[in-house]
């Protein structure tokens, strides 16, 4: 590894060991500089002190996973800079921790609020679909109508007649969603989380079982996709899928009608529906 990586590394450890406060972990002596000794974090990360010693010497090589998941524990790091830990030591992010969402900020649900237009909704890791705008309850599904449990975009592909009828090519449609599913949950470390998921889909839909087992993968990216829509009529859509920064459970998706006046009509209907609401 290179003596500049090493160093930046050694940089980074040294500075978040002077920013702990030795009193609230129960360590007392007086003390010539800031934070904990070099000892102290070795101690709370169960890792030898002479080890650490070269860590922060930047001697010894490139430490392991488990050494950096036991130093980010010991040294009280956030998630974003365990990340950065990772990335300094071994040129790389750690593996993904899966964490079942709470639900989105205001700040997010005021941002998909701002297309009035275009269909846009946030969805889990496991494609719980958790935030949506009005014109996404138009256009594709009114979330706000179905039970928590429900609003799972695979269960509705599957499951949802209606839905089915929207789509003018549904099975190249519902077999790219069972990829891109697999992508998703494999990127966010939730591949034993969605096993009772796909269990149960492939109990109850013999589609989802066949898609499930040919174990295709997409990248759920972008794309176009074709509606035949009972109120707007045939018309396509450009879609986008973003992350969602310091959120890695969560997706944002856009849908951009390609058609001005289906646009027209999306927002006449969003309006209708703020106004009933």
Known sequence: MPAETDNTLAAFLKD???RLDPAAFGFSGR???PGLR????AQRSNISSTWYTWLEQGRGGAPSADVLNRLA???MLTEIEREHLFILALGRPPEMRYKPTLGVTPRL?????CFDACPAFIKTATWDVV?????AAIVLTDYGKLPAHQRNILRLVFGDPALRAKQSDWVGMARFLVGAFRVDAARAGAVAEVTELVDELCLKSPE???FWKENDVYAP????????????GTFAMEYSAFAVDGRPDLGLLVYNPLDDQVKDRIRVLVKQMNKRA
């Open 109 to 113: 649900q005021r941002l998909l609020d």
């Open 208 to 210: 989802f079982a066949k």
């Open 131 to 135: 935030a949506w705008n009005r014109a």
């Open 221 to 232: 990216s972008d794309g176009v996709k074709h509606l035949q829509h009972p109120e707007l």
């Open 31 to 33: 003390r010539r500089t």
């Open 16 to 18: 978040r060991r002077a």
């Open 73 to 75: 524990t010991g040294l």
């Open 38 to 41: 070099r000892e102290e974090v």
